[in-house]
């Protein structure tokens, strides 16, 4: 059995609902449940996380505390123009300083496509979003700032309270903790940071494992993020890393373990590169 077979048995033993708490300990799930929870209005929450996953990059601080400011900002506030006060908190955000005219710019240039209008709206099913946001980019709709807006939108669905009526068709998004993982889990060979400038090939392995174990790639994100960060800050110890990871996989602990195991296999001193 190859390691993409065995990785995608494990995974489809462990089963889709399984899979899809990981989603619910993701924290910016948990911030955008807030955000739906203040703002009252599943299409509002829509338009402002797909903004907000725009900008998503180059952060002054940790991800989870950008995205839980996001979250806070808006509860406080609440929302008039979407568009105008999006703006208003990117040039507030202490997490958005690097770069913060070039995000802005962004913004701007997808508030003007009509984007954000239909979003508000609920207009846009999420395949037709990572199109558009591709379109208005002029980037290819698989590259991670699209997949990664594409998934924080399903995660709107989802944490307030009304599943898609379809899932997107899209990759995972790629970034340095799914590389290191791709590269540990021994999927790749090559390491982490050569597997960062390889997108596609990583979509494609992931893509196989998806397709093998009937778990869409949407959602296997979340497990590799949330599994992988576990043995990422464990240094690879299997065990505390499974000790963060139990209390998601109440009659599935065997399997959590050995899944574990697989996704650390090349790396169990640590890696390098």
Not at 75 to 81: E, N, T
Not at 146 to 169: E, H, Q, W
Not at 213 to 241: C, E, Q, R, T
Request: hydrophobic share 40%; net charge positive; aromatic share 8%.
């Amino acid at each position: 059995m190859d390691r993409i077979d065995r990785i995608a048995s494990l995974i489809r033993e462990m089963g889709l609902d399984t899979v899809r708490r990981f989603e619910e300990r993701d924290p910016q799930y948990v911030a955008i449940s807030r955000l739906c929870s203040s703002v009252g209005d599943k299409c509002t929450a829509l338009a402002l996380t797909t903004l907000n996953s725009l900008v998503s990059y180059m952060l002054t601080g940790r991800g989870e505390r950008h995205w839980n400011y996001f979250s806070d900002y808006f509860s406080k506030r609440g929302v008039g123009d979407i568009c105008d006060d999006f703006i208003k908190y990117v040039s507030a955000s202490p997490f958005l300083g690097r770069l913060r005219q070039a995000k802005i710019r962004r913004i701007r240039e997808v508030c003007g496509s009509g984007v954000v209008g239909e979003l508000a709206k609920c207009g846009l099913g999420l395949d037709e979003l990572a199109k558009r946001l591709g379109e208005v980019l002029r980037v290819d709709w698989r590259a991670k700032t699209i997949v990664f807006s594409t998934k924080m939108a399903y995660y709107v669905f989802r944490a307030c309270g009304d599943d898609p009526p379809r899932l997107p068709n899209v990759p995972i998004p790629v970034d340095y903790r799914v590389s290191t993982i791709t590269h540990c889990s021994g999927l790749s060979s090559e390491s982490p940071r050569k597997l960062m400038g390889k997108q596609r090939l990583v979509q494609d392995i992931w893509d196989q494992v998806s397709r093998l174990s009937g778990v869409p790639a949407i959602n296997l994100d979340s497990l590799i993020w949330v599994m992988g960060g576990a043995l990422i800050y464990n240094g690879f110890d299997v065990g505390k890393a499974m000790d963060e990871v139990k209390p998601m996989v109440p009659g599935k602990e065997e399997t959590a373990r050995l899944l574990l195991m697989e996704l650390s296999r090349d790396c169990g001193g640590g890696i390098n590169g």
